[in-house]
């Protein structure tokens, strides 16, 4: 019989479950449409079911007439929010807090006169929403890359990977007469991958379970496949295949900060009927 082993943190994370607690409550009042900036978060499943609540995201924000908008997890632009604010429109703030953080450490570094370097997916929302705030003149770094800059402050995404991180800040620390860093990643997001790789070197094989566009989720993936361990990134059971577990005693789970308890469940008891 397989054994099935999970990692202690798993599931919703703080700025996740605070988000989703936000909507929630909101839908509650029943006071017209509900508009999200993009998903609230990186979880398909998730998304599909906030809009049966009536919680909708939207890639346009003149489509909103009447309603609120929720300023999404991983934030929104700066020009953005200055349009909701100009046209008077009802709005929930649920940027993860330490979003917000990584923002006020660029806008300080910026105020500061350093050039901000921000470790991250130049594509990812949050990126883009923290750049923006910089008017757009931060350098987005995602591997160790040369500058002409003396003087850098650089901060990271959230969800960026520690070794990734530290990689591209020690290349700095050669080129630039001043660095300033601040580690930004969030905590969870570095305890989560430790244990992930912890648990990679436990078992015959790995299930990452969390939305394909979850950057934290991706990340959790490549920390298991460097720890030369069987990984399958999936959204939910649907997309298990049980020859997988051919000849396998140990499976272990983990899953992204966006990936709902439902989700997670359900895999867990697929596996085990297998």
Not at 117 to 127: A, F, L, N, S, T
Request: a positive charge; proline letters at 3%; glycine letters at 6%.
């Amino acid at each position: 019989m397989m054994e099935v082993l999970k990692t202690r943190h798993i599931g919703f994370c703080f700025g996740v479950r605070r988000a989703i607690d936000m909507v929630m409550a909101e839908a509650e009042k029943e006071k017209g449409r509900i508009y999200t900036l993009g998903p609230i978060i990186h979880n398909p499943q998730m998304v599909e079911m906030l809009k049966e609540k009536g919680i909708i995201p939207i890639e346009d924000l003149r489509e909103v007439r009447e309603g609120t908008v929720v300023f999404r997890t991983h934030g929104i632009k700066k020009e953005e929010e200055e349009y909701i604010r100009e046209k008077g429109l009802n709005f929930i703030d649920a940027t993860c807090p330490f979003v917000k953080r990584v923002r006020k450490k660029a806008m300080f570094l910026e105020k500061n006169r350093y050039k901000v370097v921000i470790v991250g997916d130049r594509e990812h929302p949050e990126v883009k929403s923290v750049l923006s705030y910089l008017h757009n003149n931060g350098i987005v770094l995602e591997k160790p890359t040369p500058i002409k800059a003396k003087k850098v402050g650089v901060v990271s995404q959230t969800t960026h990977g520690r070794e990734s991180f530290f990689n591209i800040v020690s290349r700095l620390v050669e080129e630039v007469e001043e660095l300033r860093v601040y580690n930004t990643i969030c905590e969870s997001t570095e305890t989560r991958q430790k244990e992930a790789a912890s648990l990679a070197s436990m078992v015959d094989i790995m299930l990452i379970i969390g939305g394909k566009n979850s950057s934290n989720t991706t990340k959790l993936y490549e920390t298991v496949k460097r720890e030369n361990c069987k990984a399958y990134h999936i959204e939910t059971e649907a997309e298990i295949d049980p020859e997988w577990f051919k000849g396998v005693n140990k499976i272990g789970i983990t899953g992204g900060t966006s990936t709902p308890d439902h989700i997670l469940d359900s895999v867990e008891r697929f596996v085990k009927k297998l």
